[in-house]
């Protein structure tokens, strides 16, 4: 009796486990760069680069070869959305706008 007790519960364990719902992403789970102390420079060559990144491209070549902060940003914005194509292009790129303003 203990026994089959303890069948029903393993099952009713299991069962209950397939049927949570996965979590949806939120905004809080999309990965953003911190850009918190960065330069203008940097930021702006981020964002360049992530919209590079997913199809759009975007560089001012002037600043790419002339300023190293720029140069930088660039690639490191393009190397992180490449990196993450799954998350939401515009919070990307809205976060990295909203950082260049700060």
Same mark, same amino acid.
């Given at each position: 009796? #203990?026994?089959r007790?303890? #069948?029903?519960s393993?099952t009713?364990?299991?069962?209950?486990?397939c049927?949570?719902k996965?979590?949806?992403?939120? +905004?809080?789970? #999309?990965?953003?760069m911190?850009?918190? !102390?960065?330069?203008?420079?940097?930021?702006?060559?981020?964002?360049?680069?992530?919209?590079?990144?997913?199809?759009n491209?975007?560089?001012?070549?002037?600043?790419?070869k002339s300023?190293?902060?720029?140069?930088?940003g660039?690639?490191a914005?393009?190397?992180?959305?490449q +990196?993450? +194509?799954?998350?939401?292009?515009n +919070?990307?790129?809205t976060?990295?706008s909203t950082?260049? !303003?700060k």
């Amino acid at each position: 009796m #203990i026994r089959r007790g303890l #069948i029903i519960s393993a099952t009713l364990l299991l069962l209950a486990g397939c049927m949570t719902k996965a979590p949806t992403p939120s +905004q809080s789970t #999309i990965p953003t760069m911190d850009m918190s !102390k960065k330069s203008d420079a940097f930021k702006k060559g981020a964002k360049d680069g992530c919209n590079t990144a997913h199809g759009n491209y975007s560089k001012d070549s002037k600043l790419f070869k002339s300023n190293k902060d720029y140069h930088d940003g660039w690639f490191a914005g393009r190397s992180f959305c490449q +990196q993450h +194509q799954d998350a939401d292009l515009n +919070q990307s790129v809205t976060k990295l706008s909203t950082d260049t !303003k700060k």
